[in-house]
């Protein structure tokens, strides 16, 4: 079975993110950078379905920078075959169907079977990407998977949704996207980090898979970043004991914030 | 109409999201503001008995798209017919409600409509006929004003981030001649967690992290119910097994926008912080005065949460009578 996992490098969930002097983008130095977690649990499944199938490859592709580069030497430690960079100017500021639009290019030109990304990136959870190559292949989608099997050119998936879980069945090839459940990522060995080196990475402009900047041009554009409001008051609610406090949050939530 | 709002007003079993009627009162403040009519679509089967609930916040045309194949959500049917419908109502501006489901059927109508999208909004403007969307990106750690450029623009807007707004409109029923087309996935079975309020529409949430020490979670249950709100948890707690994933609060869990958040036993990681930064008020219980928590809390219990959880119920109740 060969896979393709769509994988994007985005800043560690742990970083404080600060927004640059032109209020558009992320200050992006001093920050760790990681493989998306969900596209993490992406790999790992691609990974056991290629052990279960007893053959096949799984090909990372992402979309990224020179330092993308890193986080598919980790994909790779973790076990799979070979990596696909695009890299090109005109993507920085693509949206998400501009992104899209790549990597469906890309993915036209190899042979594959299922096709595994992230339910969301977490820098602008945009839930898009996914569902966006699929319906650019036209191949069916199936999102927020927690379980899948596969039996005879089709795969049984249980997907969340909100209040409970849905099981459908959809034929090969098709592209799932990933729910916290499916699996608990692999870390990359030694041993796998050392064969990683020696992986290869094929990195594309977007000439090389023939499309023009004009194709990635944004419909969506960010104008503006902004912090949350600061919440201000930080109370913290004296008493001589618990049912005290208990007591006076109580009357603060029903008679001032009005919450109760 | 071109200048018209459409909202997909999405229902489970025959009852409608908190959402949809969200998404029906945004849209209508929207078509005011263009000068447009406001059209609201549900998908499904028996349909038709519910879809008049739309005209309470502002519905001109309610239409009712009724299938077996759309009885339950499947992605590549509900594109289909809400394509059409895009095709036969041509609005300016598509509101859907940011479920996990929305969200999926919003996704891939934009591609293929090839038509700009902001998800998971929790705010949207309009200059003149200019649309900008305000939406939690890092998890909520920044808020991206995002604007889209096209005559046809979707937006897929946050459970809770919206009031509900009554308003009068026609409310005219019509049916819609809904064509699944030749639908992929095929349906194999249902499994909703019963009586439980859906962490993302409660609009009160407990939430339980290691400080609970064990999957007994009795008390914040007790409290949740005394509240009339829905219990959630960090990941720790998902990690320990105690609590399910689907409760999983947090930057790789659900963002929540309750609006009391009452965190039990929570540090105040910032990956969980960023999952209900936009609760709109924030209780923290933890025995730990330097916990991080109470810094981004507007009220604060310093105390052993086995005592005060109890005695907040208690109080609770007295108030509820
Ligand atoms: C990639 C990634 C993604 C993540 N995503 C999420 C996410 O989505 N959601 C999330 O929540 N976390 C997430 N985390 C984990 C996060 O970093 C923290 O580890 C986690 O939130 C801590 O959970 P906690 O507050 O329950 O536990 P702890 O940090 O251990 O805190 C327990 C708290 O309980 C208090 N306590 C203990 N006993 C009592 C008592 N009897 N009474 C009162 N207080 C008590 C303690 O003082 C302490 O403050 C993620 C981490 C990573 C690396
Ligand atoms: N630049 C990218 N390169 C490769 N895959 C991507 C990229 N951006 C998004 N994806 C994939 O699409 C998923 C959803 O991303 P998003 O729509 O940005 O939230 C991610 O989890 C990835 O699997």
Not at chain 1, 66 to 95: N, Q
Not at chain 2, 3 to 32: H, M, P
Not at chain 2, 157 to 171: H, M, V
Request: hydrophobic share 45%.
């Amino acid at each position: 079975m060969d896979i393709i996992v769509l994988l994007k490098q985005v800043p560690a969930t742990e970083s404080v993110i600060s927004i640059a002097d032109d209020g558009k983008h992320i200050e992006t130095e001093n920050l760790k950078w990681v493989i998306n977690p969900y596209d993490e649990f992406a790999v790992e499944e691609a990974l056991q379905i290629k052990q279960k199938q007893g053959g096949g490859t799984v090909t990372l592709l992402s979309v990224g920078t020179d330092k993308t580069v890193e986080a598919l030497r980790t994909g790779l430690a973790m076990g799979a075959d070979k990596a696909i960079l695009v890299k090109d100017p005109a993507a920085e500021e693509a949206d998400g169907l501009g992104i899209a639009r790549i990597l469906a290019a890309v993915i036209k030109t190899l042979d594959c079977d299922l096709i595994l990304a992230g339910q969301r990136a977490v820098d602008d959870d945009a839930y898009i990407v996914g569902p966006a190559v699929a319906e650019m292949l036209d191949i069916p989608h199936i999102a927020m998977v927690i379980k899948e099997e596969i039996t005879d050119g089709a795969v049984r998936c249980t997907r969340t949704i909100d209040g409970g879980t849905l099981i459908q069945d959809v034929p090969l090839p098709a592209l799932l996207t990933t729910q916290r459940g499916l699996n608990e990522p692999r870390y990359a060995s030694l041993p796998g980090i050392m064969k990683a080196k020696k992986k290869p990475i094929d990195i594309r402009s977007l000439a090389d898979i023939g499309l023009e900047a004009g194709a990635v041009a944004p419909k969506v554009r960010v104008t503006a970043l902004k912090t949350p409001p600061e919440r201000t008051s930080g109370r913290i609610i004296e008493g001589d004991s618990a049912r005290a406090k208990a007591a006076e949050l109580v009357r603060v939530l029903h008679q001032e914030a009005k919450v109760i | 109409m071109s200048n018209g709002v459409l909202v997909i007003a999405e229902q489970i079993d025959g009852v409608f999201r908190k959402v949809a009627f969200e998404a029906v009162s945004e849209g209508k403040r929207l078509a005011e503001q263009l000068g447009g009519e406001l059209t609201a679509a549900v998908l499904g089967e028996g349909v038709d008995t519910i879809a008049g609930e739309l005209a309470r916040y502002g519905a001109d045309t309610i239409l009712t798209a009724q299938e077996p194949a759309l009885k339950e959500f499947a992605v590549d049917a509900y594109t289909k017919v809400v394509a059409d419908i895009v095709a036969q109502v041509d609005p300016s501006v598509v509101l859907v409600g940011a479920t996990m489901t929305g969200k999926d059927l919003a996704a891939r109508l934009a591609a293929r409509l090839d038509a700009p999208l902001a998800m998971d909004c929790i705010g949207i403007r309009l200059d003149g006929d200019t649309l900008t969307a305000t939406r939690p990106v890092y998890g909520g750690k920044v808020l991206a004003e995002v604007t889209l450029t096209g005559t046809l623009r979707i937006a897929a807007i946050r459970p809770n981030a919206f009031g509900l707004k009554e308003s009068t409109g026609p409310g005219k029923i019509e049916v819609f001649a809904a064509d699944p087309g030749d639908p992929k996935i095929r349906f194999v079975e249902k499994q909703m967690e019963t009586g439980k309020i859906d962490l993302t529409e409660a609009e009160v949430i407990v939430s339980g992290g290691r400080g609970m020490g064990g999957s007994d979670y009795t008390i914040l249950e007790d409290l949740a119910d005394a509240l009339n709100g829905a219990v959630g948890a960090s990941r720790s707690a998902v990690d320990e097994g105690w609590r399910p994933h689907s409760d999983q609060v947090g930057q790789t869990g659900k963002t929540v926008s309750p609006g009391l958040y009452i965190a039990c036993g929570i540090s105040g990681a910032i990956q969980h912080l960023a999952g209900m930064s936009s609760a709109k008020v924030v209780v923290a219980i933890n025995k730990d005065p330097e916990a991080p928590i109470f810094a981004k809390s507007d009220y604060g219990i310093v105390g052993d949460l086995f005592e005060v959880v109890p005695a907040v119920t208690q109080e609770v109740k007295k108030v509820k009578g």
